[in-house]
């Protein structure tokens, strides 16, 4: 093994569990081991399915505004220069817009930072068309 994992839990639960698992003739670090995998699978999203939510999130935006006719051509050149230029920048001013129009922030806004590509596709479904299966 690589590494170790440390974590903290009652002295009853660990106790549970080892006890529960030794009935069941299993390893508790191959559980643990096993639950951590799955749940990494389960999870984790690939680079395609990012940029997908990403282009949700613009539409969603987009919408928030009233429609794409509604969307500033200011704002949009903004995002569109900081997509160029500074990733992060162009999350701040993504947030920033959620805060002053006292929308909840969707977590996927911040893999904006990823890099070009993935402020791109939120860029695009803020001034792109609905989105195919979703909503």
């Known amino acids: 093994m690589d590494a170790n994992l440390h974590i903290r839990l009652p002295k009853e639960l660990k106790e549970q ?29 690939s680079d395609e399915d990012l940029a997908a939510d990403l282009y949700l999130a613009g539409y969603q935006l987009q919408q928030a505004f009233g429609g794409r006719e509604k969307v500033s051509k200011e704002f949009a050149q903004r995002l569109q220069e900081h997509s160029l230029t500074n990733q992060k ?3 701040d001013l993504i ?3 959620y805060l002053d129009l006292n929308l909840t922030i969707p977590s996927i806004v911040s893999k904006t930072t990823k890099g070009f590509a993935f402020s791109q596709m939120f860029l695009l479904g803020l001034l ?6 979703k909503i």
């Open 17 to 45: 569990f080892q006890q529960v698992a030794k009935d069941n003739n299993k390893d508790s670090s191959s559980l643990v081991r096993d639950w951590i995998s799955s749940y990494v699978a389960e999870h984790q999203k």
């Open 128 to 133: 792109g068309d609905r989105p195919k299966g």
């Open 95 to 97: 947030i920033s817009t």
């Open 89 to 91: 920048e162009f999350t």
